[in-house]
């Protein structure tokens, strides 16, 4: 099965981002042929300052790879290395009606959160049904806010193959993450918008600083606590083994623990997790030529099967491109 997905380079990644999305990724990546890549171009939807993207671009590349995501298993690339998505892009948009794209939820989030309604960030869920559809992609793991976009690709695969009378587009199915909701330090769903993100790669000191201030209930230091209403403990239970979710869940309920002792398991556990991670990242910030090799060795991969059913998308409607056999 091939599994794809995308992350775009809008900022800073959390430990939402990872948990929520690139843990699954990796750990997928002996189970599947894996399909991952920096959705350059869909950030421009909302990151407009040319030096920015170009570094968010490279730090989610720095960030999966330090994370443990083996190049040597899955294909890594940028978006625009392939062009042919913005070509299918405009394929798509010929069979899709308006209706479709008003009905996305995430573009009516955007636009009363202010963003300015450009076309870009209306036809935005084509762009992510061409990213998908290119690839053939069997399975696409997303976090629950995207399922919509997968289900609207469902539709345009649809769309495109009954026009045109042919099976040129495979129909992708959504991989829900565990509906996995990471809270943040106020409790709420962790989002960089929310200001209450955990950055992955920040100082060992400030992400501990962050752990020490997730707001937790005034139960005193005596008395039991609830572990599932607890937000140190889900962020635990997401990263912990086990034995230590187990280990920490009695002495919740045991009482006699503060909330203090609980965030320092925690930072000790992130750190576990992080650490490591924090050297790698290091090592590769320096080393440019190997992470470029691993983008392009990527995008060789990607459009091998992006140029074939692009050839067989054109044939299928008729354009002719230099270079395309003809019929
Ligand atoms: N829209 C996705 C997000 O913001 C990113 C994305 C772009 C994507 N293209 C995709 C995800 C294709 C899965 C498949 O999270």
Redesign the pocket.
């Known amino acids: 099965m091939r599994m794809?997905?995308?992350?775009?380079p809008s900022g800073k990644l959390h430990l939402g981002n990872y948990l929520g999305a690139m843990k699954q990724h990796i750990e997928q990546q002996n189970e599947h042929e894996g399909f991952y890549f920096i959705?350059n171009y869909?950030s421009l939807t909302t990151v407009q300052d040319p030096d920015t993207l170009r570094k968010w671009t490279r730090d989610v590349a720095l960030d999966y790879l330090a994370l443990g995501l083996d190049p040597e298993k899955v294909a890594l690339f940028r978006?625009s290395d392939i062009s042919e998505v913005l070509e299918l892009t405009w394929l798509l948009a010929t069979v899709t009606g308006k209706g479709l794209l008003e009905r996305a939820t995430s573009y009516k989030d955007k636009i009363n959160k202010g963003l300015s309604p450009s076309m870009g960030l209306f036809c935005?869920p084509i762009?992510?049904a061409a990213?998908?559809l290119i690839y053939r992609s069997d399975l696409?793991p997303?976090?629950k806010?995207?399922v919509q976009?997968?289900e609207m690709t469902q539709d345009m695969a649809g769309y495109f193959n009954s026009t045109f009378g042919r099976e040129v587009f495979k129909r992708p199915e959504p991989m829900l993450n565990e509906a996995l909701i990471v809270p943040g330090i106020d409790g709420q769903k962790m989002s960089k918008s929310y200001g209450n993100a955990i950055d992955l790669f920040d100082t060992p000191k400030r992400t501990r600083k962050r752990i020490m201030s997730i707001k937790t209930d005034s139960t005193p230091v005596e008395a039991p606590k609830s572990p599932e209403t607890c937000n140190v403990f889900s962020l635990y239970k997401l990263m912990a083994t086990g034995d230590e979710v187990k280990a920490l869940e009695e002495r919740y309920l045991a009482g006699g623990m503060g909330y203090g002792e609980a965030k320092e398991l925690l930072a000790q556990v992130v750190e576990r997790v992080l650490g490591p991670a924090r050297e790698r990242r290091e090592k590769l910030e320096a080393d440019h030529d190997y992470v470029e090799d691993v983008l392009l060795a990527g995008a060789a991969k990607a459009r091998r099967v992006a140029s074939q059913v692009m050839t067989e998308a054109r044939d299928a409607c008729g354009i002719i491109i230099a270079g395309d056999m003809p019929k």
């Open positions: 794809l997905s995308g992350i775009q959705a869909h978006q935005y762009l992510m990213d998908i696409v997303v976090g806010d995207q976009h997968v």
